[in-house]
């Protein structure tokens, strides 16, 4: 789920944290309010969703989850997702992009890379794999089954199965809502999603080499914003 992600980038970012000032405290604040992307995943390369998303402070963002492509890691294939966010404290829009093996029903974060004011950093794998915890692909296999229902959101309107996790959030999930099929979600602490759009031509966002992880770097390009 996009938690593991953004959990495992909060790490990377926390270690940045002396160095670091202004939009960078925002960006690792957003992080922490960043909910669960549940659902029924369905990595088709190109697939792509929007959200709009309140979180239960009110602030108001914007959010894509898009596959971007596929790759080989340590021997096995996986899929390469990139999330993007902007709003709320977040200036601009920040991405974060990971490969991710898939193995039954369960999903492993192993290779992730980030934008700080435009500039891509690549994680250590081995920080990323220590911190990385298998999650759910499919939302059937541990959720509740609370029945269908018709969803409209502004994408359009869903026959929807309504799931809770257990977690508590409530995710309604139809064929033809994205990556993770994920019409609408609502969080126990009160944090709201719902698409806006799917498209099946996702780019990707962070192009070029990345630069490896460097904290003084990372920190120098912050203070010049």
């Known amino acids: 789920m996009l938690t593991n992600r953004i959990g495992i980038a909060a790490v990377f970012c926390c ?17 922490g309010h960043t909910p669960a992307m549940g659902g029924i995943f369905n990595p088709e390369v190109g697939l792509g969703a929007n959200y709009d ?12 989850f898009a ?18 966010m902007s709003g709320g404290k977040i200036p601009g829009t920040m991405y974060i992009k990971s490969l991710s093996v898939v193995d039954g029903n369960q999903m492993m974060t192993q290779r992730m890379i980030m934008t700080m004011n435009g ?6 794998d081995q920080m990323v794999q220590m911190n990385s915890h298998a999650s ?14 018709s969803i ?16 508590g959030s409530d995710i309604w999930v139809a064929k ?35 630069q490896p992880f460097n904290p003084m770097a990372m920190a120098q390009a912050q203070q010049s914003h």
């Open 53 to 64: 998303m309140t979180t239960s402070k009110g602030e108001k963002m914007t959010m894509s």
């Open 119 to 124: 500039t891509a950093y690549q994680m250590p």
């Open 176 to 210: 033809d809502a994205g990556p993770w099929g994920m019409v609408k979600m609502q969080s126990k602490e009160g944090t709201t999603m719902v698409l806006t759009k799917v498209y099946h031509d996702a780019k990707d966002q962070i192009t070029g080499t990345p």
């Open 15 to 31: 270690l940045c944290t002396a160095a670091f000032t202004g939009a960078a405290h925002a960006q690792m604040g957003m992080m």
């Open 136 to 149: 759910q692909t499919n939302i059937t296999t541990d959720g509740q089954n609370l029945g269908t229902e």
């Open 67 to 84: 596959i971007v492509g596929t790759d080989t890691i340590n021997g096995k294939s996986g899929y390469w997702t990139e999330v993007g």
């Open 152 to 167: 409209t959101v502004p994408a359009g309107t869903f026959a929807a199965d309504h799931y809770r996790s257990k977690d």
